[in-house]
């Protein structure tokens, strides 16, 4: 290391009262407080560099993000393990509805189910409780009865 005599550049900042012996490398003004903020809600007066809080805002801030989508994730995965079989029974009866009609070459009842039957139309809330539990099957029955009906009248020709 050089003294001031033999660096008149550092005999300047002594006399200036800059002594860089002593100086931190990272200087005084980077350094603060961390607030409860910076550690969400924790007690740690402690001086850290900004970049320290900057990084665990940001690792925070990526565990919410990741949790939150977790949590949405097991329960979308939770509402469908619950919905399905519920949807999966009322698209046997709508499949086994238009595929009695398309067999039975009754174009016009066929376009009438098809446009009656509607995913839109079969899912309407009016058909479901709040935990998503068919109440009211009177549109499928409605339809499955056109083509018992249509079956029946079928087999009573060909008798």
Same mark, same amino acid.
């Given at each position: 290391?050089?003294?001031? !005599?033999?660096?008149? @550049?550092?005999? @300047?900042?002594? &006399? ?13 003004? !980077? ?24 990084? &665990? &805002? ?34 046997? &009866? ?9 067999? @039975? ?10 446009? !009656? ?13 709040? $935990? ?16 018992? $009906? ?7 020709? @060909?008798?």
């Amino acid at each position: 290391m050089t003294t001031a !005599e033999e660096d008149p @550049k550092r005999e @300047k900042l002594e &006399r200036e009262g800059i002594n860089d012996d002593d100086d931190d490398i990272w200087g005084d003004e !980077e350094f603060h407080e961390a607030t409860t903020e910076d550690n969400y809600g924790l007690e740690t007066p402690v001086k850290e560099h900004v970049n320290t809080s900057a990084l &665990r &805002r940001k690792h925070a801030k990526a565990g919410y993000l990741d949790g939150i989508g977790a949590a949405e994730n097991h329960g979308l995965q939770d509402a469908f393990d619950e919905g399905y079989p519920i949807g999966a029974s009322i698209g046997t &009866r709508i499949g086994q509805i238009i595929g009695t009609l398309y067999s @039975k070459s009754n174009t016009e009842l066929l376009d009438k189910a098809k446009a !009656e039957l509607q995913i839109s139309k079969v899912l309407d809330s009016k058909y479901f409780d709040g $935990n998503v539990n068919l109440i009211d099957d009177s549109l499928l029955t409605k339809w499955e009865g056109h083509s018992i $009906n249509l079956t029946d009248s079928k087999k009573n020709n @060909k008798d």
